[in-house]
């Protein structure tokens, strides 16, 4: 099928086929590209009624595209591929529908605190949409983050970027939490988790319960009052909760060699520790005054 560039020849609208190499709107099997080079920015609109098979954004495209009001929204619904693969620099508000696999490299910085460069949602109801990030840690990217915004993803894995997932991001059902893997950059998460398994990273969590957590040279930042069910904390790991006086509740800590957790206002409640492979000497444990140990929780 073709191969549709961005041109931006006669206005910023999607819709306008003059806009488009070819002169056609890209429609099913169609592959849009939005190029490096690019040099008008994109309105937001509704184009989910013409369903794509590739969105790619290009590396070093600095074009804006949508408004926080109306995001670009685009459906790979029924498509053989239906992936987006974005890039660029530009300030992005994509809402995409659909999509079997979304991969983000690269989104740039946001302007002011608390905004991001590149601002994603997604549904589906038949594909099992799977994120894979791997920006810069300077790239400011927001998954769902802002209010009334939903993300559905069966998987998301992070490798890179600094990242905010918003508390209304879910499994496709819309309920169920997901999974996430994050190998790198420093990831907020406000969304109740299945599974997170975090190395060599900084995550820091605000909301939501998980099921079970693994951290691994790599530092947790815990600021919710929900349930954590089970937390590893394995080699050079480091649960800190002083950045919220917040009542927080681990049922079951594990702790090996060099792990610490950092707790002197005592806001952890926690239900069994156990010491794996090491002992009292082989960690560190600041928790407050106070405490009560059974021996046979070890």
Known sequence: MAVCIWLGT??????TATNWSGGAVPGSG???VIPANATVDIDGSDETSSPI??????KGCSISIGSVDTPLKLSFSGETNAEAHLAGTGVKYLDLTEAKAIYITEAGGASTIGAYALNLTATSATNSTKLYIDADDSDDIGIAANGGDVGEFDNIYISGGNITIGESVSKIDGTSAPPIV?????VETKCKLDT??????????????VSSASVINGTLYLNTNDTITTLHLGKNAKLDATGS?????????????????????KTISIGTLKLLNCGFRDITLDVGRNWSVSLTSL
């Open 10 to 15: 006669t206005d910023s609208s999607w819709s």
């Open 30 to 32: 169609d592959t849009a």
């Open 53 to 58: 098979d590739k969105l790619v954004i290009e």
């Open 182 to 186: 994050i190998s790198g950059g420093t």
């Open 196 to 209: 997170a398994s975090v190395a060599n990273a900084t995550w820091t969590h605000s909301n939501g319960t």
């Open 245 to 265: 006086a917040v009542s927080k509740t681990i049922t079951t800590l594990e702790m090996t060699a060099s792990s610490a957790v950092n707790d002197p206002q």
